[in-house]
Structure formats: C-alpha cells, structure tokens
C-alpha cells in the first residue's frame, strides 16, 4: 500500500512516481504516441487512402467505455475495500481471544496462556501467507510447536488447520483441565468460528476473479480506441493530435491497469493491503495483552510501499 502525506502539494501529485502505474503502461502509451505522430505526419492517409473517421463515434464509444471502466474499477475497488474489512475483523477477533484467554480460564498456567495467545498470531502469518502463496515457516517458528508447526507446512490448507489447533486447545482447557466452563468455551468458539468466516472471505476473493470475459473486452476495446483515435482527431485538432492522444491514453489504460492491480488485493503489488504490517500489528496487540513489549512497526521502503 502507498503511504502518502494527508495534504500532498500539487508539485507532488502532477510529479510523483509514488503510486504511479505509468511504469506497466508506458509501451502501449509510447506506441499510440507514435502512430498519432504518424497519423499527424500522413494527415490520416495510408498511402493514398484518406482515412475519414470524426470525433463523433469516438465520443459514443468514449462515454461508454469509460462508463465500463469505472464500473469495473468500482468492483476491483469493493473487492479490495472487503479484503481490508475482513482483516480488520480479523484483527478485532484476534483481540477478544487474546483477552478471553488470559481472563476466563482458571488455574492455567501463564506459559500455557501465552503459547494459546501465540497460536493466534501465528494464525494471522499463516492466513497472509496461504493468501499470497508463499511459505509461513519464519514467521511462525518463535510460535508453534515443532509437532503444530510440522501439522501446519504439511497441510493443503494451513490456515484451516491452524483453526483446528485452535480448537483443539481451548476444548482441552474445559474437558480435560477442568479450567473453563462450557458456557464460556461456546463463546471462545463463536469467536474461531468467526475466524473461520475470515478465511472462507478471504478466499472467495482470491479464487473469485472478475469474469476473464469482461476483462478480456474491455481490455481490447481500450486498445483499440485509443489506436484509432488519433484518425478521428487529426481533421479537428491538427499537429496538436499527438498530445491529446496520449492524454487520453495514459487516463486509458492507467485506468485499466489500477482495476486489474487492485482485484486482488492480496497480492504484493504497491496497491495492494499491506497483509506484512496489519499481520505485525494482530502480533503486536497480542504481545501487549502479554505484558510484553511489541514488535517494531513495519515502516514503508524507500519508495513509501508498505507491503
């Protein structure tokens, strides 16, 4: 995610490269460019045929397809802004197990409580890593068991396995320890289950993309567009054909990029979630419920990305 300044000057919106998806756009960019400078050089003949195309069907074909491109960047957009909700949830559930785990057992030892509250950290770096496809082992390491860490890697899908640990502890507290009632342990397992509901949400988006179809149409219709377009502007506007072309462009296909950037935002683009920073803070948050001091805040790099 880009991390920017609440009140960014003009000079650092018309400039910055902060956020900028110019970087995966500028080839088709470049080569509309050119054939505009072309159009504009041939006065929109291709060798001695006059292409005569106007302003007017571009101006139809522009609102729609410009109405198209907001919709679907409106849906990239809610899918992104459910991916933030569901760890938001994940971070507040994670807070209620941590302080139902240190205040309604009875007689459980603190090195007991503290290994069940760091299951639920490890469950946060599990979840980020089955989302984005990587290996949990380091970030769960200071966290499991050498058996539960073992169970974890060797599963299809770890987050859900973690939950079953999960479980399988906090049912342990009330039928073998004696140390939590039953009333209070169905409260601990709505909240896993709610978890449950995280990671069920999580991965409708991730395996639900957008209909390859749409994207597919629309994908090739603002290039084709914005390849036509300088034969329908060159009897209007002239030498300044070139300029207004790329300006159409770059809105374009930066707008088709972003859309498919943020349709799953769980990846590790810049404008993606920052699933590093909100796993360290569930971490942090539990560490305090501990007493002990948190981990450090995860700070965007160089190029203020917060991943």
């Not at 299809?156 to 342990?172: E, T």
């Not at 939590?180 to 069920?200: E, K």
């Not at 994207?215 to 219709?221: A, K, N, S």
């Amino acid at each position: 995610m880009i991390v920017r300044p609440q009140s960014p000057s003009i000079i650092s919106l018309l400039f910055s490269r902060q956020g900028s998806i110019v970087a995966e756009v500028w080839r088709p960019i470049l080569f509309t460019v050119l054939i505009a400078m072309m159009v504009t050089w041939t006065h929109g003949h291709l060798y001695h045929f006059k292409v005569t195309l106007t302003v007017i069907p571009f101006s139809l074909i522009g609102l729609t397809l410009a109405i198209f491109l907001g919709f679907r960047n409106r849906i990239s957009y809610d899918r992104f802004w459910e991916g933030r909700r569901l760890w938001g949830e994940l971070l507040i559930v994670s807070r209620n197990l941590g302080r139902q785990t240190l205040s309604l057992p009875h007689d459980v030892p603190r090195e007991q409580q503290r290994a069940l509250i760091q299951k639920l950290a490890a469950f946060a770096y599990i979840l980020r890593h089955h989302l984005r496809g990587t290996d949990p082992g380091d970030d769960i390491d200071a966290l499991l068991s050498a058996n539960e860490k073992t169970q974890v890697l060797q599963s299809h899908n770890r987050p859900n396995v973690m939950l079953r640990i999960l479980g399988m502890h906090y049912s342990a507290l009330c039928h073998r320890q004696r140390a939590l009632p039953p009333v209070l342990l169905c409260n601990i397992d709505q909240q896993i289950t709610r978890l449950s509901y995280v990671l069920g949400g999580c991965e409708r988006i991730l395996f639900t993309p957008i209909p390859y179809a749409y994207i597919l149409l629309l994908h090739r219709t603002v290039h084709l567009y914005c390849f036509l377009l300088p034969f329908g502007l060159i009897d209007t506007v002239g030498l300044l054909t070139p300029l207004v072309v790329a300006i159409v462009a770059y809105t374009f296909f930066c707008l088709d990029a972003l859309g498919g950037q943020i349709e799953n935002p769980f990846d590790m683009e810049p404008n993606d979630l920052p699933l590093e920073a909100l796993s360290n803070a569930i971490e942090s948050n539990l560490r305090e419920l501990l007493e002990e001091p948190p981990l450090p805040d995860k700070m965007p790099d160089g190029n203020g990305v917060l991943m």
